[in-house]
């Protein structure tokens, strides 16, 4: 019940996880949905989002989950 401020690039890289909860997104396939063909960004940029993204959520942030060596998803359980 209380409104959380994010950037669009935190907004779409939620929506995207939210979209297909459990499904593991690779930094890549973020990079790819968020960036698109920007040549400027890496994939420890994703990283840094999911992070802030993360802390802007609080309790809610420990659903969005590290795959290591893979990526990130939302949990579901």
């Given at each position: 019940d209380r409104k959380?401020?994010?950037t669009l690039t935190e907004f779409k890289i939620l929506k995207l996880l939210a979209q297909?909860?459990?499904w593991v997104f690779s930094r890549e396939q973020i990079l790819n949905s968020v960036?698109?063909?920007e040549k400027n960004v890496y994939d420890r940029t994703v990283?840094?989002?999911i992070?802030?993204?993360r802390d802007k959520l609080g309790k809610?942030?420990?659903l969005i989950k590290s795959v290591r060596g893979v990526g990130y998803k939302i949990d579901v359980e």
């Open positions: 959380i401020d994010l297909k909860p459990g960036w698109g063909d990283d840094v989002h992070k802030n993204l809610f942030g420990k």
